[in-house]
């Protein structure tokens, strides 16, 4: 496990995002953008020894700290919420997320392991991740939880397909909603941001012509993060800030 070696004398006044899977694909942009701002960025991944990109990216911006963590592992968001007590967190980004494959969502021939595993990664983290790093965020200027959901967690715009994918997102919108509400009363903002149709592991193989890259998504989504305040707290919006059906 890396060491997160943020001292509150250096760390003092400096915006802080934490972004969970940092280490490709659009966390890794995001990362970039954050960094880029000088901001501190607390920059999360399973392996970060495998984590080449955001290695090397640190290596421009040493305000880039790498830390081990995998949404699942819930005694370790405690283990790193304990490292990080008293360090005011100004936008928690709930990036990680995994697909589970649409060979395994085939209604009839439903991989129930892995619808399991999904939800563990892409809801129950999340929420986990909430709860574990309320008090940093209170403590924060902004204080921005943000899920980076999916248009495909539309119930009303569904077409049918990904059937495990679509209903953890859907299931994520349901409960951030749901804080979204209870954390108005704290100032406390709860997003929810569909980053579009994005070209990356997730759609390996895929070529359309709707389709952006990560760095063109991250900054779209960064930039509906900076919009984002109280009066829009549990809205789902897209990348380009326009609202979702549920």
């Not at 990362?31 to 901001?39: I, K, P, S």
């Not at 421009?60 to 005011?88: F, N, S, Y």
Request: charged share 20%; glycine share 8%.
């Amino acid at each position: 496990i890396l060491c997160l070696c943020i001292s509150p004398a250096w760390a003092a006044g400096d915006p802080t995002v934490l972004i969970t899977g940092s280490n490709r694909g659009i966390g890794l942009e995001i990362a970039r953008v954050y960094a880029e701002r000088d901001w501190i960025v607390i920059a999360t991944a399973r392996k970060p020894d495998a984590a080449d990109d955001l290695k090397a990216m640190q290596v421009i911006h040493p305000k880039i700290r790498i830390v081990q963590l995998d949404v699942t592992d819930h005694e370790r968001i405690d283990e790193l919420a304990a490292e990080l007590a008293g360090q005011p967190i100004d936008i928690l980004i709930n990036n990680a997320a995994i697909s589970g494959g649409h060979e395994n969502a085939k209604f009839g021939e439903m991989d129930f392991d892995v619808y399991t595993q999904v939800h563990l990664v892409n809801v129950i983290g999340p929420t986990k991740m909430a709860e574990a790093f309320l008090p940093n965020i209170e403590l924060s200027s902004q204080k921005k939880i943000i899920n980076i959901t999916s248009g495909q967690g539309s119930i009303g715009r569904t077409w049918g397909c990904c059937t495990i994918y679509r209903s953890s997102k859907a299931s994520l919108n349901m409960m951030m909603k749901n804080i979204s509400i209870e954390l108005k009363k704290k100032g406390i903002t709860v997003g929810l941001i569909s980053p579009g149709f994005v070209k990356t592991g997730f759609t390996k193989g895929l070529d359309l012509p709707m389709m952006i890259t990560a760095e063109e998504s991250a900054n779209k989504v960064v930039a509906v993060i900076d919009g984002y305040d109280l009066e829009d707290t549990g809205t789902f919006l897209g990348k380009d800030g326009q609202t979702w059906p549920w």
